[in-house]
């Protein structure tokens, strides 16, 4: 194959860019506004195609990044045979593309499909982290993480346990559905003869520019999600997110671990409720996020503010004040949840509620507290279902071009 007929993503987009077009930003626009982008009427679109996340460096990306549209889970189980050697050198395979597409080029390996060449990198992200079981298989029983202990059984689980837990968990996200899906796609091609694919999940958020100003996101409850999530520039966001230096094991230094459930929302119960009721529910007013203790969105939640009558502002247990760290000992972890619709149920429900996602230092001081106080006493749990179930260990990034995820693991 030429050189001329091998263009990369990335020499794609810079002919589209000559022609007066900002990169990835052509979605809604017709034929014409292409060959003609100074058409009468229209103004350039924004560039969200152009945006790249390094895939190097000290934590993988796809974590502290602002959330992006599109998001695709994806646990895999290592084929029967698939040792040590063959885990790693799946992981350079995946690490090698995942660099690649982050920058907007194809994969190595000369087999891409092409659904992706016309697209800049749409600020994709690769995550990959391990579960338990893959441990014994690759014969690293004895580094296994105290940390991936399994999750309790909490009270109101109904897990499907064939859509849980798996070997290797992948998370791809991107602001551009067929990025998201062409990245997807070539890691599960990659993965042919070492490891198959045990579940996947699509998830969705608000595309980027879809409100005049920028937005915490709402989920389909039609709730504003996401506001006290802890944020980069905590004092406490490093302790409470990464496994530190001189953690244990040595391996995990500058990792996380990911919490991952598949949680149904009773979107029909929920949208008979009043919005009085769905607010006391949640604890924040629907329109603004802002809580029932008063404020703004951003204003903190005070747990102790009374109404005239004597009853707390935040009912006792509203979502919000359940969940607080205030309430759990100071245990907070990063959320980072998408919504899915899979159409409907057998009995004509719809089958859609969130992704979540969450990423903690600890599992056992981060997730498992909280959710075990939701459990005891969440007005929401009326109204949802955890449907499945995941925990893994996500290690650091690789800062050598050369490098995979996982190096320190399987070369220690």
């Known amino acids: 194959m030429s050189n001329d007929q091998n263009l990369s993503r990335r020499r794609l987009l810079a002919s589209a860019g000559a022609a007066g077009l900002a990169v990835g930003g052509a979605a809604g626009y017709g034929a014409d506004a292409l060959r003609s982008p100074k058409a009468p009427g229209l103004s350039a679109p924004p560039a969200l195609g152009s945006a790249a996340v390094p895939f190097h460096g000290v934590h993988q990306a796809g974590i502290v990044q602002p ?73 690293l029983a004895d580094r296994l993480p105290a940390a991936l202990a399994p999750l309790p059984a ?32 070539a890691l599960q091609r990659l993965a042919s003869g070492a490891a198959t694919v045990r579940w996947q999940m699509t998830g969705f958020s608000r595309s980027p520019g879809a409100t ?30 990464f496994v530190p230096a001189q953690g244990d094991p ?47 969105e951003t204003t ?27 309430s759990n000992q100071g245990a907070a972890m990063l959320r980072r949840g998408y919504s899915y619709a899979d159409g409907l149920r057998p009995d004509g429900a719809p089958d859609a509620g969130l992704l979540f996602v969450a990423f903690q230092a600890d599992p056992l001081t981060g997730f498992v507290p909280v959710q075990r106080k939701l459990a005891r006493g969440d007005a929401l749990s009326r109204f949802i279902v955890h449907e499945s179930s995941g925990l893994y260990a996500v290690p650091g990034g690789t800062t050598d071009a050369g490098g995979y995820v996982g190096q320190a693991l399987l070369e220690s």
């Not at 000369?110 to 391990?130: I, Q, W």
């Open 212 to 241: 005049a100003t920028p937005h915490t996101g709402r989920n389909l409850m039609g709730q504003i999600d996401g506001t006290n999530n802890p944020r980069p520039t905590d004092s406490t966001f490093d302790a409470r997110v």
């Open 250 to 296: 040595a391996w995990m230094a500058g990792g996380s671990y990911a919490v991952f459930r598949r949680i149904r929302m009773l979107l029909d119960p929920w949208e008979l409720q009043t919005t009085d009721s769905q607010e006391r529910t949640i604890g924040r007013r629907k329109d603004t996020g802002a809580p029932l203790s008063g404020g703004t």
């Open 300 to 326: 903190p939640a005070a747990l102790d503010r009374q109404n005239p009558d004597g009853s707390l502002a935040i009912p006792g247990d509203a979502h919000i004040r359940v969940a607080a760290p205030a």
């Open 154 to 185: 909490f009270p109101e689980d109904a897990l499907d346990r064939g859509r849980s837990d798996g070997d290797l968990w992948v998370q791809v996200c991107a602001d551009d559905a067929l990025v998201a899906f062409h990245a997807t796609r």
């Open 67 to 139: 959330m992006q549209a599109r998001m695709h889970a994806t646990a895999f189980d290592l084929t029967p045979g698939t040792a040590r050697p063959g885990l790693a050198a799946l992981l350079r395979r995946w690490s090698g593309a995942a660099a690649a597409m982050a920058e907007g080029r194809v994969p190595p390996g000369g087999t891409d499909t092409g659904v992706a060449l016309d697209a800049g990198p749409s600020s994709l992200t690769v995550t990959v982290g391990f579960g338990a079981s893959v441990f014994a298989k690759a014969g």
